[in-house]
């Protein structure tokens, strides 16, 4: 999430579903120019449901992601392509190891621009060769939004260990590496001087591997997310998707980086 609390001038919504929300909130929050990411139930006719009314398929709701975005720092088609690679967009009973009509996919499109980049990106995964199965997600106009309960907001956090097992076990993140390759979030968290930090970011380079950089010194965020994830702080600490490595461990660096 980034660290700017919405203050710029063009702070827009967007809406997914990509079956299970616990899944779909930690990718966009963790994307620059992202305000905050809410799982919640879109889409449906009932005013307010809870998660038992919506795990009965009865409400019409999906169960979303909705992004608050600042679009002058994070253009919608990020959005986009970040939606597209995480989940199975060929799926039309739902995600994975979730099936219903709450665990199917859609955008929900805020406005006219929304919707026809939505299309566009549409036709380009459906040309992209990558799926045998004919692309099931939905494009629709967006009606509504309900927050899901707190214990749905951040599981990852919340409960890391059980988040971790759910999401390896539910078929969805072998999925996603065996599709499209290495990780999409790296991260260095360095401080100034710091010559391991040096060496890390050193080797991602030669590697051709596109990392953020994020001075934990100055940004009490990425402490505060460190300490979370690790329960100590230190430097280098290097980010790949949710796993967290401290020092240059350059096995490790290349069995996250492959995905073994």
Partial sequence: MDEKQGTGKNVKKATFAGGCFWCMQPPF????????AVSGYAGGK?????????????????????????????P?????????KQIDPTDPA???????????TAIFYHDDEQKRQAEESKKKVEASGKFAHPVATEIRPYTNFY?????????DKKNPGRYQQYKALSGRE????????KPRVVRVYATPGCSGCRA?????KSKNVEF??????????????????????????VQIDDTFIFGFDRKKLDQLLQGT
């Fill in 147 to 155: 927050p899901a309960e707190e214990y749905h907001q951040d599981y």
């Fill in 212 to 237: 953020t950089e994020i001075d934990i010194a100055a940004d009490e965020r990425a402490r505060t997310l460190v300490m979370e994830k690790t329960g100590h702080l230190g430097s280098p600490y």
């Fill in 76 to 84: 919608y088609d990020t959005l986009l392509d970040t939606f597209w």
């Fill in 174 to 181: 072998s999925f996603i590496r065996k599709l499209w390759g």
């Fill in 29 to 36: 929050r963790a994307l620059n120019g992202v305000i905050d």
């Fill in 200 to 204: 890390v970011k050193e080797y991602l």
């Fill in 46 to 74: 009932k005013e307010n449901p809870t998660y038992e009314e919506v795990s009965g398929g009865t409400t019409g709701h999906l169960e979303s992601v909705q992004v608050t975005y600042d679009e002058d720092r994070i």
């Fill in 94 to 104: 739902g995600q994975f190891a979730d099936k219903g009509s709450q665990y199917k």
